[in-house]
């Protein structure tokens, strides 16, 4: 029989310097060791405003996992403002791949320049970024899981805020997938089980059915910290087993109200009028 594994999927922790944060950061972390878990993901997001003392916490807290090769991230579009700290992230690359036991992941740096702006924070994601993944996953072992990690969302998901609507309704890329999502997720066909991503801050999970005659699965994680939860999918020899499970952490949800969203954007639009640069909401 071989061995079971799991992989745990979080995104969108936003991590800034507040006590919450911390308990949120912290309550997550224990509920990963309490699992074992044999590897995570971080799809972006990891801090709020891409301040080097908020992702210095971010190493603080998940420490654990860091240090013993069970942690991998990549940049969103909140890395990327402020001191910019998710550029570094990839050694300058926009496709890189991790691989563990039983395990192959195909690492996408999604976030464009433009993301230094709020209402610009939709993913950029080039034909030359996509050539890069289909070359990567034809180096994956066939008895390897093998999953996508990219922040921004491949296929069109529904509005969730006051700033998303308004965006679409404005005719902005603000709330709108990646341009060539869809055909990442044709050229992965086959030879993928898993297109993990946050960005959206509801989770959501889509069943592709088995195009190329393997299973293929496209999960949006949400935000770990607001939903103080996060999904675990269990593999082996390759393939997933079963469906995901929630893990809950022992902190209860504390879903961003509207005025997280709005008010930030509104100090980012004056800031913006008055020369100067405004806090960003989450997203
Ligand atoms: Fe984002
Ligand atoms: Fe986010």
């Not at 916490?57 to 579009?77: E, K, M, Q, V």
């Amino acid at each position: 029989m071989p061995p079971l594994r799991t992989l745990a999927h979080l995104s969108d922790l936003h991590l800034d310097l507040s006590p919450a944060s911390d308990a949120a950061a912290a309550s997550l972390v224990e509920a990963l060791l309490k699992r074992n878990v044999d590897q995570v993901v971080v799809t972006g997001d990891l801090t709020h405003q891409g301040a080097r003392s908020e992702f210095h916490r971010f190493r603080h807290h998940f420490a654990p996992l860091l240090d013993s090769g069970r942690l991998t991230f990549i940049p969103g579009n909140h890395d990327r403002p402020g001191d910019d700290v998710g550029r570094g992230w990839m050694d300058g690359h926009k496709v890189r791949t991790v691989e563990r036991e039983g395990l192959f992941l195909v690492c996408v740096d999604s976030t464009g320049e433009h993301n230094r702006n709020f209402f610009n924070s939709h993913g950029e994601l080039s034909r030359a970024v996509v050539d890069q993944v289909d070359a990567a996953l034809s180096e994956a072992p066939h008895d390897a899981l093998a999953a996508v990690l990219l922040h921004h969302h491949v296929l069109p998901l529904p509005e969730e805020s006051f700033p998303e609507r308004l965006a679409t309704r404005m005719g902005w890329p603000h709330a709108a997938e990646l341009a060539l999502g869809a055909e990442l997720v044709k050229r992965v066909a086959g030879r993928c089980d898993l297109v993990l991503h946050g960005h959206r801050h509801v989770p959501r999970e889509r069943d592709l059915g088995s195009p190329g005659g393997r299973a293929l699965k496209v999960y949006n994680a949400g935000s770990s910290t607001d939903l103080g939860r996060f999904r675990l999918f269990q593999h082996a020899a390759g393939r997933l087993e079963g469906t995901p499970t929630w893990c809950r952490t022992t902190r209860p949800s504390q879903p961003r109200t509207a005025a997280h969203n709005v008010i930030p954007a509104l100090q980012y639009l004056m800031g913006q009028l008055g020369g100067a640069r405004g806090q960003r909401p989450a997203a």
